[in-house]
């Protein structure tokens, strides 16, 4: 597959609300083994199609990056069932690069999805795992985290933002 540069903060696509998937066709597998790839590439915990530019409602997660057991687990169509209890931990964005906050979400979260055959599974995750499912699927409505960051401390991150926006 080609490679796909991953956008940087400042690209219109990164606050759109991305698309629902009507089929899980060639083009998705695609788009999933694009975003493996780049994730994979970049070295990250987490990555959403509309960081590779494609506004549709999909992200993975390597979950490899926890629990060497794991692998990459896929989301289509992700909804948030459940969540629980909330946890401050730093965070990052491959979108974002050198910035990290500390930002306050649940610690908890119960996710419903497709994987990649179109099955639909539930799962709970905590830890770094669920701050990676809630950070990616806000990604897919256009949310960014530093949308959860307070005003000060967004106003003392204004240069970098501008920085980055300028660059993308
Ligand atoms: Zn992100």
Redesign the pocket.
């Known amino acids: 597959m080609a490679e796909r540069r991953i956008v940087l903060y400042g690209d219109p696509v990164l606050r759109e609300k991305a698309a629902k998937v009507d089929e899980i066709n060639q083009e998705v597998k695609d788009l999933v083994s694009d975003l493996v790839d780049a994730l994979k590439g970049a070295q990250g915990l987490?990555?959403?199609a509309p960081?590779i530019g494609v506004s549709k409602r999909v992200f993975v997660v390597d979950l490899s990056v926890i629990d060497l057991s794991e692998s990459v687990r896929v989301f289509i169509n992700p909804e948030i069932v459940q969540t629980d209890d909330e946890i401050e931990l730093e965070e990052?964005?491959?979108?974002?690069p050198g910035i990290y906050q500390r930002i306050v979400r649940p610690a908890k979260v119960r996710v419903r999805a497709l994987d990649i055959n179109g099955e639909q599974f539930e799962m709970t995750f905590d830890g770094l795992a669920a701050r990676a499912v809630l950070?990616?699927n806000?990604?897919l409505n256009g949310v960014?985290?530093i949308d959860h960051i307070s005003p000060l401390t967004r106003t003392m991150l204004k240069g970098k933002l501008k920085k980055l926006a300028a660059a993308s």
């Open positions: 987490g990555l959403a960081q990052g964005c491959l979108s974002f950070h990616e806000d990604h960014l985290f």
